[in-house]
């Protein structure tokens, strides 16, 4: 079992940059593809960005693509995601996932067994 915990959200103006972090519990971190998920008011919690055990393969939402960055230290047992060109729409609350079971990255939120409680951002018109 792995227990997550996220930081580094807040409030910025649009255009400007956060970045989340998200710190592991245990010596198993290695072994969890980890993933970052976001869930605006009344809508779905939507798929940000996944990253496999090694780091070396990264996978994200069309509309994240050149704007986040996905990273992990698997020595630190924290998984980053760095956020430029924030839009307003950007606002929600972002939940990191840990997923033991998939062979890849997914971007499926029921495969993730573990979740973090989220941490708030909050974009600026």
């Known amino acids: 079992q792995v227990q997550l915990v996220e930081s580094g959200g807040g409030l910025v103006q649009a255009g400007g940059s956060l970045r989340l972090s998200c710190a592991a519990s245990?010596?198993?971190?290695?072994?969890?593809?980890m993933g970052w998920f976001r869930q605006a008011p009344g809508k779905e919690r939507e798929f940000v960005a996944a990253i496999s055990r090694s780091g070396n393969t990264k996978y994200y939402a069309d509309s994240m693509k050149g704007r986040f960055t996905i990273s992990r230290d698997n020595a630190e047992n924290t998984v980053y995601l760095q956020m430029n060109s924030l839009k307003p729409e950007d606002t929600a609350v972002y939940y990191c996932?840990?997923?033991?079971?998939?062979?890849?990255?997914?971007?499926?939120?029921?495969?993730?067994?573990?979740w973090g409680r989220g941490t708030q951002v909050t974009v600026s018109s």
């Open positions: 245990g010596r198993t971190f290695r072994t969890y593809i």
């Open positions: 996932a840990a997923d033991g079971r998939s062979s890849s990255s997914t971007n499926i939120a029921s495969r993730y067994d573990f």
